[in-house]
């Protein structure tokens, strides 16, 4: 049986995660517009490919292709009665990538729907993360990892009906923006000090941040949420730096060395799992596994 992963991260150990998902889908040929999450039945191997490239680049745990998995996001593209399809078909590429022994991240992204501007009720909020979630474990995901959040209430919701639902390990991330105070805030307004006490207090037994940010200002929001809490494992997933707009497309210019040379002072302010986010590639996670093995 596995150590569960939040066990393995308080005993000290650096677990190294993935990189960009959608950064890769759109190089093997994802054309915008269209549902990164079809391509689990359309070119499930062009899915698989990208989840081997991360295991063989040093990801210990790799996510599934379902950040907008969810009935309201597939709503967009009439698929949202193929919840439970996508979402097991996802769990089983990415088991058969990369084997019985390292992760599977159920990735449960955000819904696109607002609470607080009436767009949508609690109870179906929840019972949309309830589906996604269960029918994640249910094909055999290791653990459900809530990302991107902004909205406090939303990713409440998530962390509830993934602990309520299934026997799996909740992580859940916010993407936070420096202000102008210099400090660190969701677009909500939410602090990453707000975020641990209110992600604690739902049951998520790792937190982090992801999106956003490049690795450099990862290590200031990785020193407050471990002010706020000292012991809470906490995941980070970096963008390749911050993008420039060029023909229409959105480009991260920092180098894998460059990534990873940020890493050392990240795991001294507390993180204890590092992957990346937009714009990074296995070559990115090839060289934090290099720089956190001591290589």
């Known amino acids: 049986m596995k150590t569960k992963l939040s066990e393995r991260l308080k005993k000290g ?55 907008g998995a969810n009935r309201f996001k597939l709503s967009h593209y009439g698929l949202q ?18 084997g019985p022994d390292r992760i599977v991240l159920g990735s449960v992204g955000p819904t696109g729907v607002l609470l607080m501007m009436g ?39 998530a962390i509830k009906a993934a602990k309520w639902n299934t026997h799996l390990e909740v992580i859940c991330t916010m993407t936070f923006d420096k202000t102008i105070q210099g400090d660190f805030r969701t677009m909500m307004g939410i602090s990453p000090t707000e975020m641990t006490h209110a992600f604690k207090a739902a049951g998520a037994d790792i937190v982090g941040t992801n999106c956003g940010n490049g690795m450099e200002n990862m ?38 060395e460059i990534t990873a040379s940020f890493v050392p002072n ?10 990346g986010c937009c714009g990074t590639t296995p070559d990115h996670i090839r060289k934090i596994r290099e720089v956190t093995s001591g290589k």
């Open 81 to 98: 009665d193929r919840v439970a399809e996508l979402n097991t078909r996802a769990v089983e590429i990415v088991r058969k990538a990369i």
């Open 266 to 275: 990240l795991i001294r302010a507390g993180a204890t799992c590092i992957g």
């Open 119 to 157: 767009e949508v009720s609690e109870d179906d909020l929840y019972e949309a993360f309830r589906e996604q979630c269960v029918a994640l474990a249910e094909a055999g995901a290791d653990v459900i990892c809530i990302e991107t959040m902004t909205a406090l209430d939303e990713a409440v919701l």
């Open 13 to 67: 150990e650096i677990i190294i995660s993935d990189g960009a998902l959608g950064t890769m889908l759109q190089a093997a040929g994802l054309e915008p517009g269209t549902c990164p999450e079809l391509w689990n039945i359309e070119f499930p191997d062009r899915v698989e490919a990208i989840a081997r490239a991360y295991a063989e680049a040093g990801s210990e745990a790799v996510e599934t292709n379902t950040f």
């Open 219 to 256: 290590i200031a929001i990785v020193e407050e949420i471990r002010l706020a809490d000292p012991g809470i494992p906490i995941l980070v997933h970096g963008n390749a730096g911050k993008p420039h707009y060029h023909d229409g497309q959105n480009i991260f210019d920092e180098t894998p």
